[in-house]
């Protein structure tokens, strides 16, 4: 039978990682708030569907260009230049540190994609179709008069002969396309952000002192403090029983935010002067930014305040209670390994530590736990 006293040092080290991988997963979002990383990666993805080209070949080297303020994506004179010139996209922009558009929904790419290819001196009684064949026809945009690259002008020229010309249904196919890309860029941000999770979870690790081997070696010489750790997790378990779910819902809030602030930019684009349109485009943008800053930080004071600082004070994490007994080097190599493990584990985010331990808790109390008679029997 598996000893219930090694679930219990699993059950503390995973609860351990949750708490810490929610506070990482919140300074996260902070940043990639701050950012634009949405942005930049959407810009990525547009880049990569329009220029036929992989920007970066390492990845260290793409999370590390999601700092900076330009070179993400796009470039002048380039069909993804343009695109990103429309007034339509440019007028989705966050603000002037983050100006490009953290979401764009598949009518929207498609409605630009149509008047790249069209022109934009094209007029009511003007031939679209007839303007549409002419730019793939010269492999150029109508729109800017800049070539379209070679992969991308071959993919149009196969959808726009699989619509036969209708443009409504060519429309169609370019919705498909993004939504495909859109899908992969998901993963591309996946695996940046996860880089972004490791140091952040390292430098928590260092000014907490998560250090996860000794830990281990807390729980498991010291049975009374395994299960005042179990009966933290288990009492945070029954307060937070759709934590991933929850997570999850915020995510998809701050989508629909991002969704609400595209339509209320175009409703104010077709509806105002251009000073208005600026004052009120800055104003709703504003509040949507403060809005989501204030409550990342809102969870973040409450993660410390309550379950880290009761966590931290049962193991005596703090740095105060630090005791080395061993040289110098040899501790901080030990505590190097230990708080890049730590780092480790919180990269892989809070849902999946949620989940592992709310299956160990079912697995824990699967398992039956020696009575005091037990013990007396297996004495005599």
Same mark, same amino acid.
């Given at each position: 039978?598996?000893?219930?006293?090694?679930?219990d040092?699993?059950?503390?080290?995973?609860?351990?990682?949750?708490?810490?991988?929610?506070?990482?997963?919140?300074?996260?979002?902070?940043?990639?708030?701050?950012?634009?990383?949405?942005?930049?990666?959407?810009?990525?993805?547009?880049?990569?569907?329009?220029?036929?080209?992989?920007?970066?070949?390492?990845?260290?080297?793409?999370?590390?260009?999601?700092?900076?303020?330009?070179?993400?994506?796009?470039?002048?004179?380039?069909?993804?230049?343009?695109?990103?010139?429309?007034?339509?996209?440019?007028?989705?922009?966050?603000?002037?540190?983050?100006?490009?558009?953290?979401?764009?929904n598949?009518?929207?790419?498609?409605?630009?994609?149509?008047?790249?290819?069209?022109?934009?001196?094209?007029?009511?009684?003007?031939?679209?179709?007839?303007?549409?064949?002419?730019?793939?026809?010269?492999?150029?945009?109508?729109?800017?008069?800049?070539?379209?690259?070679?992969?991308?002008?071959?993919?149009?020229?196969?959808?726009?002969?699989?619509?036969k010309?209708?443009?409504?249904?060519?429309?169609?196919?370019?919705?498909?396309?993004?939504?495909?890309?859109?899908?992969?860029?998901?993963?591309?941000?996946?695996?940046?952000?996860?880089?972004?999770?490791?140091?952040?979870?390292?430098?928590?690790?260092?000014?907490?002192?998560?250090?996860?081997?000794?830990?281990?070696?807390?729980?498991?010489?010291?049975? #009374?403090?395994?299960?005042?750790? /179990?009966?933290? !997790?288990? $009492?945070?378990?029954?307060?937070? *029983?759709?934590?991933?779910?929850? @997570?999850?819902?915020?995510?998809?809030?701050?989508?629909?935010?991002?969704?609400r602030?595209?339509?209320?930019?175009?409703?104010?684009?077709?509806?105002?002067?251009?000073?208005?349109?600026?004052?009120?485009?800055?104003?709703?943008?504003?509040?949507?930014?403060?809005?989501?800053?204030?409550?990342?930080?809102?969870r973040?004071e409450?993660?410390?305040?309550?379950?880290?600082?009761?966590?931290?004070?049962?193991?005596?994490?703090?740095?105060?209670?630090?005791?080395?007994?061993?040289?110098m080097?040899?501790?901080?190599? #030990?505590?190097?390994?230990?708080? /890049?493990?730590? !780092?480790? $584990?919180?990269?892989?985010?809070? *849902?999946?530590?949620?989940?592992? @331990?709310?299956?160990?808790?079912?697995?824990?109390?699967?398992?039956?736990?020696?009575?005091?008679?037990?013990?007396?029997?297996?004495?005599?």
């Amino acid at each position: 039978m598996l000893n219930s006293g090694i679930i219990d040092i699993v059950i503390g080290l995973v609860f351990i990682y949750l708490l810490y991988s929610l506070l990482t997963t919140i300074i996260q979002e902070i940043i990639s708030t701050h950012f634009g990383f949405r942005g930049k990666m959407l810009e990525r993805a547009i880049f990569r569907m329009l220029e036929d080209e992989n920007k970066f070949n390492s990845r260290f080297k793409s999370t590390f260009f999601l700092f900076k303020k330009t070179g993400n994506g796009g470039k002048r004179n380039s069909a993804s230049g343009e695109f990103y010139n429309h007034p339509l996209i440019n007028f989705l922009g966050e603000d002037n540190s983050r100006n490009k558009p953290a979401y764009l929904n598949k009518e929207c790419f498609s409605k630009v994609m149509v008047d790249l290819l069209r022109g934009d001196d094209v007029k009511p009684d003007d031939d679209v179709k007839s303007l549409i064949q002419k730019s793939l026809d010269e492999q150029k945009l109508n729109w800017g008069n800049v070539k379209i690259s070679d992969e991308t002008h071959r993919f149009l020229r196969s959808i726009w002969a699989d619509s036969k010309g209708d443009i409504p249904k060519f429309k169609v196919h370019l919705e498909a396309w993004f939504e495909e890309t859109m899908d992969r860029a998901s993963g591309w941000y996946k695996k940046h952000i996860q880089i972004v999770l490791f140091f952040i979870g390292l430098l928590i690790s260092i000014v907490f002192n998560v250090d996860t081997l000794k830990i281990v070696d807390k729980l498991e010489k010291d049975p #009374k403090l395994r299960e005042q750790i /179990v009966q933290q !997790a288990n $009492a945070f378990v029954q307060e937070h *029983p759709n934590l991933d779910t929850d @997570l999850m819902q915020q995510e998809i809030e701050y989508k629909k935010a991002l969704i609400r602030q595209m339509k209320i930019d175009s409703s104010l684009k077709n509806n105002n002067t251009d000073i208005i349109l600026e004052d009120s485009l800055k104003l709703v943008k504003y509040r949507l930014l403060k809005a989501r800053r204030d409550t990342l930080l809102n969870r973040s004071e409450k993660i410390l305040k309550n379950d880290i600082k009761n966590i931290n004070h049962s193991l005596g994490l703090e740095w105060e209670s630090y005791k080395c007994k061993s040289p110098m080097f040899l501790c901080i190599l #030990k505590s190097l390994l230990g708080w /890049v493990i730590t !780092a480790l $584990a919180l990269s892989l985010g809070a *849902p999946f530590w949620f989940d592992l @331990l709310n299956r160990l808790m079912k697995l824990r109390g699967s398992v039956a736990t020696p009575t005091s008679d037990d013990r007396e029997k297996k004495q005599g």
